[in-house]
């Protein structure tokens, strides 16, 4: 895969984005924007300036010069200003956004609020907003405020009828099997990660961690599709991007951050196929009775199922039912009442032993859930 740095948008047929897929284009991103086709993108991420109102020169207690953001594309002549910018990249987002696309902005206390509520004003649905608290913040030098210590993401879909992809399954495998809550503990972007030029100043002052785009692509998007950033800036997104295998377009409007992230993309290596699997939710597989495992021989009739601890023993019953001590009943109702309670999922609760070790009986499944698929 290549990576190509334009000086405006190309206009090729046939595939709404064919020719941009995993291109940079170099220019104002509302203008860029203007020349894509309405619904050609899968997801937005968006890293717009802060407008954080620097005033003056921000040192430590040591006198030495803090390395803030005070670069001429965040600085704005006023509230309504910006407010009249924010909107203009949210419109053009919006229409080259997919109907069932999703939308992630990041920024701090001094914009998020007010891209918010104009986030809404033009139709967004707001899905979460999530906390990315910072592991390693930056000190707060002048001790006259809190240390800010995090940034708030909103994730938004078009429009409230949108069906929008949430990979809900992968990102509870993610986190320890527990749901992933709105709140990330994530550390900024140092070390090797962290790009500098040969004097060792950063390449770019507000480089995202690799860690929490990642997280973005893999809740939200499918591998292939495609993520458009307007703030591409050292090209974070578009190097998680090409690792996870999915591809993107970046809009930058400084020429030299473009080619640093047009370095930085090339050297990404991609994951195989078979390490961008991800676990998926049940729902979508095709549903495997137990009794199909008793059919095809998998466990027979007289087999004995038991819990994991061994505490309750079941007899499997030739209808695919299984009896405990007089209580017959399926896999999940005979699972419940053993435990005393209203609900049980049979398929985990449930092992048959195997060569000494206990499996559960969902491993026989998933077998059956295989032939089935490479039947297709």
Known sequence: MSVRVSGRASKTPGHPVAGLRDEILIGDCIALME???AGSVDAVFADPPYNLQLDGALHRPDNSRVDAVDDAWDKFASFEAYDAFTRAWLLACRRVLKRDGTLWVIGSYHNIFRVGTILQDLGFWILNDIVWRKTNPMPNFRGRRFTNAHETLIWATREEASRHTFNYEAMKALNDDVQMRSDWLLPICTGVERLKDE???KVHPTQKPEALLARVVLSSTQPGQTIL????GSGTTGAVARRLGRHFIGLEREA??????????AAVEPLPDDALAMTEPSRSQARIPFGTLVERGLVKPGDRLTDAKRRH??????????DVAGLAGSIHKVGARVQ??????????WHVEREGELQPIDALRQIVR?????AV
């Open 35 to 37: 020349r894509l086709p």
């Open 199 to 201: 004097a060792g100043r």
């Open 229 to 232: 950033d307007p703030f591409f």
């Open 256 to 265: 030299a951050y473009g080619e640093v992230a047009r370095r930085r993309i």
């Open 313 to 322: 023993m079941a007899t499997v019953r030739i209808d695919g039912t299984i």
């Open 340 to 349: 005393g309670l209203e609900a049980c999922n049979g398929w985990t609760f």
């Open 370 to 374: 295989g032939e089935l698929s490479a």
